[in-house]
């Protein structure tokens, strides 16, 4: 089962708005990162957080993390229509073995209208 | 500066049919993998290899064999492709521990008859 599940699974709006994903996950993390995808292409980290951060920006971005609650909000402030991509939450969980792995969610579809 | 470079781009095969998608990292990382991504399932780790010289199956290895050839390539073989196993490939690299950020390659798109 997926350990990330992201909120909404699409998500249209205008070009200049605010655009919010959320993520949830199952299991304690050690990080949570999040990825861009563009049609065809291959996933673009964007930007990771630590368990012990609460909020992390970089450029547009804004992240938060609620380890309280297991989850975690992606904000980009005034879209631009090259924003539109695919956009992945992963955490790090125990699987199988001892060593960490980054489990993706399903991912939230992003659609910037200009 | 490349990246990590996946070959080839598109494939089509007949069920039964074997072929090994080759992946390859000019960043000098240690650790890399291999996933698959379809529709509705987000990506799901196959094999991945923390370091070279070792590998390490993941959540869906059935039907696939890697190899780390040396430091920069890392390549997936089907046996047998089925039809079940169409999919778009994706090899990722990092450069030390699997949970640090990943640096993706443009995918293969594999499908099978």
């Known amino acids: 089962s997926q350990q990330g599940e992201e909120d909404p699974q699409a998500l249209s709006i205008q070009e200049g708005e605010n655009a919010t994903m959320n993520c949830s996950y199952k299991?304690?993390?050690?990080?949570l990162q999040w990825y861009r995808q563009n049609s065809g292409r291959g996933l673009v980290h964007l930007i990771l957080i630590r368990s012990n951060e609460r909020e992390k920006h970089s450029g547009r971005l804004r992240v938060t993390l609620d380890t309280s609650k297991k989850s975690s909000s992606l904000l980009i402030t005034a879209s631009r229509a090259a924003d539109t991509a695919s956009y992945f939450c992963a955490t790090d969980a125990r699987y199988g073995g001892a060593t960490n792995k980054l489990i993706f969610g399903t991912g939230t579809l992003l659609a910037v209208q200009p | 500066n490349a990246g990590v470079t996946q070959t080839p781009k598109f494939q089509v095969l007949k069920t039964g049919q074997s072929m090994t998608l080759q992946c390859a990292q000019d960043m000098n990382h240690n650790s890399m993998y291999w996933y698959r991504q379809d529709p509705g399932m987000g990506l799901r780790l196959i094999y991945y290899s923390a370091s070279e010289g070792t590998t390490d199956k993941g959540e869906v290895p059935n039907g696939y064999n890697v190899s780390r050839l040396n430091k920069r390539e890392f390549s997936l073989r089907l046996e047998s492709a089925a039809p079940s196993q169409t999919s778009v490939y994706f090899c990722?690299?990092?450069?030390?521990?699997?949970?640090?950020?990943?640096?993706f390659g443009d995918g293969t798109r594999l499908s099978i008859l």
């Open positions: 990722a690299s990092s450069e030390f521990r699997v949970n640090q950020p990943q640096h």
């Open positions: 299991t304690s993390i050690n990080n």
